[in-house]
């Protein structure tokens, strides 16, 4: 700590400063502003493409969706639910096996039919269909679906996230391209509309929903 | 200690030659004095304690990360299509490969915890308090960070756990209000789990959140050394901002000796025994994962968090639906708040445990809290076991002297999956109870009720079990009572029975025929 004990200072002398009129000083001060305050403009004008740039995957609702083809419609025999996978149309050269997406097509009858995301409606984990007991269960946290997708058990608070279908040519098609959460559905653009989907009823999620009521 | 070498003859020696060389450098670079000012600055004499060893630790730690991760670097591919595959040619291919990612992996538990003790440990001594608010404000943003290093890194291992583990944490985005929608699309890069998601994960694992964890490290460092370190809390030596910093200034040149090597050896101790704990548990245990390969289209998986992660998993089964959107976004809030704003709330006053019952208190409960919710994840009761149904059979002693009907009702228990859910003799899911003495619980009417309509966690089976086979398994559970113990019955059944001569068949079951099954 003391003083001696350190290399010699190659700059030796003090430091010391011309004492200027303070006219000067002042305008010296006033241009240092001018500095400061070309730098904030221009960091502004930077930042703004900047920005832009980050929130380039932000789109507006349902801007990512399209129609997408599960191949035809016969691949799905009625009365039962399989696993289909498809190739997210919004991908990237270097997705690799990412840009593919699983849902699960349930047909009812051979007419109508039910397509729901495989991700669970409470954190995303994938749901398993067991044909058995007519359940999807999640791996998870032991979230449960019935087979038209409304709740069961568990910590999901609604049903399974479900696709806009329609058939084009004995195709199954469906609306997606974006991974489906609370905030994003599955199917954004207003349902509905599209005739082929008129008689598909929406997952209600009332928790006091009759989920022991026999089928007739 | 170099003198004033410059004016004498040129010493011809090696050691001449360095200390010349050293001061050329010196002169230029003028660092001596700060280094040696930070180094052998006075400290109290009870900061050389084992307790105090946390923090260089921790620094020690990330200087591990930094370069194992540089190491990493030179093979790891960021690329949705790659990342997988170039994590298998490091563990397979290249020499040590495997060992390097296991350094790093396990460096990176070690530093959590690390961090997470020292942080017990300063709350412990009260060593947030006057004048130390801001390094404990910052030491709190570097635990952050270091958590968030701890996640962008499993997200880099591109597997599937980190694929469905990046689903988990954007379901938790949506649940934001208003903004949960471009939030999510933010964080993925786009509408779905894909490439772009690992790139700015990459981004921020490897730019973003280190740089910024190294400023604040070097800023938290040059705070310890300007304000000194933390005395040994006494009890009834209240800190007092008035008379604190001149208390201190005493007890270190009565009671002080200089950092270096008075306290120091303890750390560079400490830190080399953690790294060798590292290397040991690299080169026993071995890298982490990865694990099957992210493709999105493989759903027999049981993804799970890494360590520090498993509470959240934990907490996040247990919440009822309603609580669930509330705490995720207001507890996080509130506990960063709450730490961030100790020291501006209790920054005087006593830093003693002896006299700080309430602070001893909230350090066991979340200590507590912590690992049983940790413990709990790593068996996960309140998932359903998936293969339970094909894998574990109803035990064998379950099944003699039953009935035909009976017999049918235990195939049923295991072909409609109810053992994912439920044990028998010890075996298949506990997200329900079990079922080893279910008849001594329930009476008969009030097992068909609970199997048709379901209730609690159960799903309802009316749908997809024919009244037939409710009354199949219903018989079946009607068995499993223990021998000495009776099954439940209703006691107005009971009264029935008794004024009634024959035996009247089961109610629901032949009531109805029936219904066409949709599979
Ligand atoms: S993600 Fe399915 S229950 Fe939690």
């Known amino acids: ?216 | 200690m170099p003198e004033e070498l410059n004016d004498k003859p040129a010493d011809k020696s090696l050691k001449g030659k360095a200390l010349e060389a050293y001061n050329w450098v010196e002169q230029r670079v003028q660092l001596q004095a700060p280094f040696e000012e930070a180094m052998l600055h006075p400290v109290p004499k009870s900061t050389a304690s084992w307790w105090y060893v946390f923090g260089s630790a921790a620094a020690t730690l990330l200087m591990l990360q930094i370069v194992t991760g540089i190491l990493l670097a030179l093979v790891y591919v960021p690329s949705g299509a790659e990342a997988w595959k170039s994590l298998q040619i490091l563990n397979h291919d290249l020499p040590l490969g495997w060992f390097l990612r296991a350094m790093h992996g396990w460096g990176s538990n070690f530093m959590v915890a690390v961090v997470l003790i020292h942080m017990a440990q300063v709350f412990m001594f009260g060593a947030y308090k006057f004048p130390r608010e801001l390094t404990w404000v910052v030491g709190v943003i570097m635990l952050l960070m270091t958590l968030g290093m701890a996640f962008t890194g499993q997200v880099l291992r591109f597997d599937q756990d980190s694929y469905w583990g990046l689903g988990i944490g954007a379901s938790i985005t949506s649940r934001i209000p208003i903004i949960g929608a471009p939030a999510v699309q933010l964080m993925l890069g786009g509408p779905i789990i894909a490439g772009a998601t690992l790139t700015r994960f990459f981004a921020l694992h490897v730019f973003v959140i280190p740089g910024l964890l190294l400023a604040l490290t070097g800023l938290h460092i040059w705070m310890v050394v300007k304000l000194g370190i933390n005395e040994w809390p006494m009890p009834g030596r209240r800190v007092n901002k008035k008379t604190y910093i001149r208390e201190y200034h005493e007890l270190t040149h009565k009671d002080g000796l200089p950092f270096m090597p008075g306290a120091l050896w303890k750390d560079a101790v400490f830190s080399a025994a953690i790294l060798l704990a590292v290397a040991v548990c690299a080169a026993i245990f071995g890298p982490y994962g990865p694990t099957g390969q992210p493709d999105p289209t493989i759903i027999q998986t049981v993804p799970k968090p890494d360590f520090f992660f498993l509470w959240l998993y934990a907490v996040l089964s247990y919440l009822p639906p309603a609580l669930e959107t509330p705490f995720l976004l207001t507890v996080p809030a509130v506990g960063i708040a709450i730490l961030l704003a100790l020291p501006f709330w209790a920054g005087e006053g006593e830093k003693s445990w002896h006299r700080r019952p309430v602070a001893v208190m909230v350090l066991a409960l979340v200590a507590v809290s912590w690992g049983t919710f940790t413990h709990l994840a790593t068996f996960t009761p309140w998932s359903p076991v998936m293969n339970a149904w094909s894998g574990a059979n109803v035990p064998e002693k379950m099944t003699h002297n039953l009935s035909p009907v009976e017999r049918q009702g235990a195939v049923i228990l295991q072909s409609k999956q109810c053992r994912n859910c439920h044990a028998l003799g010890g075996e298949g899911g506990q997200r329900g109870p079990a079922l080893d003495d279910v008849a001594t619980r329930l009476t008969e009417d009030q097992l068909i009720r609970q199997v048709v309509q379901g209730g609690g966690n159960m799903p309802a089976y009316g749908k997809s079990l024919t009244p037939s086979e409710v009354t199949a398994l219903v018989k079946f559970l009607d068995t499993m009572h223990p021998a000495n113990q009776p099954a439940a019955t209703d006691a107005s059944r009971a009264a029935v029975a008794a004024n009634t001569p024959a035996a009247v068949p089961a109610p629901a079951a032949q009531a109805e025929p029936a219904p066409a099954k949709a599979q």
């Open chain 1, 1 to 216: 700590m003391t003083e001696n004990n350190h290399t010699p200072d190659l700059v030796e002398a003090e430091h010391h400063t011309v004492q200027d009129d303070p006219k000067v000083v002042t305008r010296r001060w006033i241009l240092m502003g001018i500095g400061a305050l070309l730098n904030g403009v221009v960091g502004i004008a930077v930042a703004v493409p900047v920005v832009r740039y980050i929130l380039g995957p932000i789109r507006k609702k349902g801007a990512y969706n399209s129609w997408i083809s599960l191949g035809s419609a016969t691949q799905f025999p009625a009365g039962e639910t399989r696993l289909a996978t498809y190739e997210n149309p919004f991908n990237r050269p270097w997705d690799g096996e990412t840009a593919k997406v699983a849902c699960w097509v349930r047909n009812i009858d051979g007419q109508k039919f039910q397509v729901f995301a495989v991700n669970c409606a409470h954190l995303g984990c994938p749901v398993r269909w067991f044909p058995q007991s007519s359940l999807f269960m999640c791996p998870c946290h032991g979230g449960a679906y019935y087979q038209d997708g409304s709740r069961a058990s568990g910590p999901p608070e609604r049903g399974l996230f479900e696709y806009d279908y329609k058939l084009v040519r004995g195709e199954l098609h469906i609306d997606a391209g974006q991974m489906p959460t609370l905030a994003n559905p599955a199917s954004p653009n207003s349902p509905g509309e599209q005739s082929a989907n008129g008689g598909l009823t929406v997952i209600t999620n009332a928790p006091g929903g009759c989920g022991s009521c026999q089928k007739s």
